[in-house]
């Protein structure tokens, strides 16, 4: 081999690697991320970490990793992490707010946005990737809860790809016919059957949840995730999430997703076709195999996870959720039936609840109270462009923020 075919072959191969930014690489999503890429140096390259004040974690990734660049949402962990970088002599640029997460979003050698930020934060910097015409793997369903159609409108505006990385999306995105486009609609899908574990309450008497923990809400039965989306899956409100996700993802109503207990979490999720046919996809309770998934689209690549044992599980068990025992799911179903700006102002009023209960200034069944009673003062609006659905973010985190504060003195010590 001659230097010159020697390097026109170093050249396709660098063309080849996809370049990866992790929105949210300290979280367990981007954690697992940051596993599966491990597995695949050769085919995918780490542009840039980002996180919001975990400052010791981020240093240590970018230490072991070695980004590009950087960035810490907060500025003053900004601050302490470059002088981190600076002091271990490390080659990597630090940037700081959401125009830094946006740079790293639009980056031209990135292929790849993993968005893991964990709630409304992650909405914004998601849409300028998808702007960008980036593939966009969601793992924060956030945004489109709060701006489906603006995320679904500019995907098909720009040429972006979104790909699920929930689970259970990702589960019935692999059961969906070929061709699949995010919010167009499949004519040969009937509906779909979004699982769930049930969270750790499912078979608590509802007059014991008053006293429920933080640290009980946390310690879910089958899966490893963060504080609040643990607190929504004990809730179940993370199912109602998933349920307006899934309809702007699929392009189908409310009316053809059927949410169905299943404790194993075997079965992430199936879909019925017109014909009778029902397709599920099984695997192990682990978020390496629809990360892996997404990545590597339309193939398929080592996850790491071990191979499902079915004589192992031996029985699967499913049963309908109780909406009065997880009134979140059915706030959630009503949110998602009215439509406009109403996702918007349920998922703002729960990020404000789930953090009240684990600052522990309100109790586990709060939560659905305060969402509801915001959802009940502030008038949905049935536009849907950006100003609107961040308008009433805004006013609906003011509201169940101000609706807290009013309980506060009445909320007995007893109670956590």
Not at 95 to 101: E, N, P, Y
Not at 291 to 307: N, Y
């Amino acid at each position: 081999m001659t230097i010159t075919d020697k390097n026109s072959s170093m050249e396709r191969h660098e063309h080849n690697i996809r370049g990866v930014t992790i929105l949210g690489s300290t979280g367990s999503i981007g954690i697992n991320t940051l596993d599966v890429l491990a597995r695949h140096s050769a085919k995918y390259r780490i542009v840039a970490l980002t996180a919001n004040t975990q400052v010791d974690r981020l240093f240590e990734q970018c230490r072991r990793i070695l980004p590009r660049i950087a960035v810490m949402l907060d500025p003053r962990a900004a601050a302490q992490l470059k002088g981190k970088i600076k002091q271990a002599g490390l080659d990597i640029d630090v940037l700081s707010g959401v125009d830094g997460l946006n740079a790293v979003a639009t980056h031209t050698e990135v292929h790849i946005v993993v968005a893991a930020i964990v709630g409304a934060a992650g909405l914004l910097p998601t849409l300028t990737a998808v702007r960008a015409g980036k593939r966009v793997l969601l793992a924060n369903k956030e945004p489109l809860v709060m701006s489906g159609h603006v995320f679904i409108e500019e995907a098909q505006r720009y040429g972006a790809e979104l790909l699920p990385v929930d689970s259970e999306h990702n589960a019935i995105f692999q059961c969906m016919p070929g061709g699949f486009r995010a919010g167009v609609p499949a004519a040969s899908v009937r509906r779909i059957f979004l699982t769930c574990s049930g969270g750790p309450f499912r078979s608590t008497p509802p007059e014991a949840l008053a006293t429920v923990t933080p640290e009980q809400a946390c310690a879910h039965p089958n899966w490893v995730m963060g504080r609040k989306i643990s607190v929504d899956s004990a809730t179940l409100m993370n199912k109602g999430l998933e349920l307006i996700e899934a309809c702007w993802l699929f392009g189908v109503t409310p009316d053809q997703v059927e949410i169905v207990i299943h404790p194993q979490s075997v079965i992430h999720s199936l879909v019925e076709y017109v014909d009778g046919s029902v397709l599920a996809q099984l695997g192990n309770p682990d978020m390496r195999t629809p990360i892996a998934h997404a990545l590597a689209w339309p193939e398929r690549i080592e996850s790491g996870v071990k191979s499902l044992n079915l004589l192992e599980v031996a029985h699967l068990d499913f049963s309908a959720p109780d909406l009065e025992h997880f009134p979140c799911l059915r706030l959630a179903y009503e949110a998602a039936r009215g439509g406009g700006t109403m996702p918007a102002i349920l998922n703002a009023a729960n990020e404000v609840a789930v953090q009240a209960f684990l600052d522990r200034r309100i109790g586990f069944t709060e939560i659905p109270r305060v969402i509801a009673h915001t959802l009940s003062n502030l008038p949905a609006s049935h536009e849907t462009h950006l100003d609107a659905v961040l308008s009433h973010d805004k006013s609906a985190r003011e509201m169940a923020g101000s609706f807290i504060l009013a309980r506060e003195p009445r909320v007995g010590q007893g109670v956590l």
